[in-house]
């Protein structure tokens, strides 16, 4: 487990381009963390990030999914916190997900369908300090967490 301090949006942004270059396609990113805690913040960061530009990233709070196309492989970010049943996450192209990089809100939505190998990144408010915990899950995770 890594922990980072994210007194800002310029250390949220730092944390994710410090994250972007270790992601391939089929990785999958579990954001973790209440209502504001950060999720859609960290999510836009990273996709700017891999696509190496300011990104409008709106939050799929209704869509459900988004997608964009990275520098080298596409990004679904998903917000399931209005799933109200975990297979209908085939419906939103689940499966074809495995090409590029997912990041996903609410991810216990899913169910079964959540990937066990993956990396969890949990987003804290406490008091008026955020922070950020990375958990590897998988020995790959663990590898190029400790290359950051
Ligand atoms: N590291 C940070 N420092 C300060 N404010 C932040 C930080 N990360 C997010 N915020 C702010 O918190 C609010 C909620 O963020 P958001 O990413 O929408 O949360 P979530 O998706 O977890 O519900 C936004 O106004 C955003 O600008
Ligand atoms: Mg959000």
């Known amino acids: 487990m890594r922990a980072f301090d994210l007194p800002d949006l310029s250390a949220t ?3 994710a381009q410090a ?3 270790h992601l391939r396609a089929g990785d999958v990113i579990a954001l973790r963390g209440g209502l504001g805690a950060g999720k859609t913040t960290f999510a836009r960061a990273l996709i700017s990030a891999l696509r190496d530009e300011e990104t409008e990233v709106p939050s799929p709070t209704y869509t459900l999914v988004q997608t964009y196309d990275g520098a080298d492989f596409p990004i679904f970010h998903f917000d399931l916190y209005r799933l109200d049943d975990p297979n209908d996450v085939v419906e939103l192209g689940w499966d074809e997900t495995v090409s ?3 990041l ?8 079964q369908h959540l990937p066990a190998w993956r990396l969890d990144l949990m987003l804290e408010i406490i008091g008026d300090f955020r922070k ?3 958990e590897p899950h998988g020995e790959d995770w663990q590898t ?3 290359e950051l």
């Open 144 to 146: 190029r967490l400790h």
């Open 132 to 134: 950020a915990r990375l």
């Open 100 to 102: 590029g990089l997912s």
């Open 13 to 15: 942004a730092a944390l």
């Open 104 to 111: 996903i809100e609410w991810p216990d939505r899913a169910g």
């Open 19 to 21: 994250l972007a270059p």
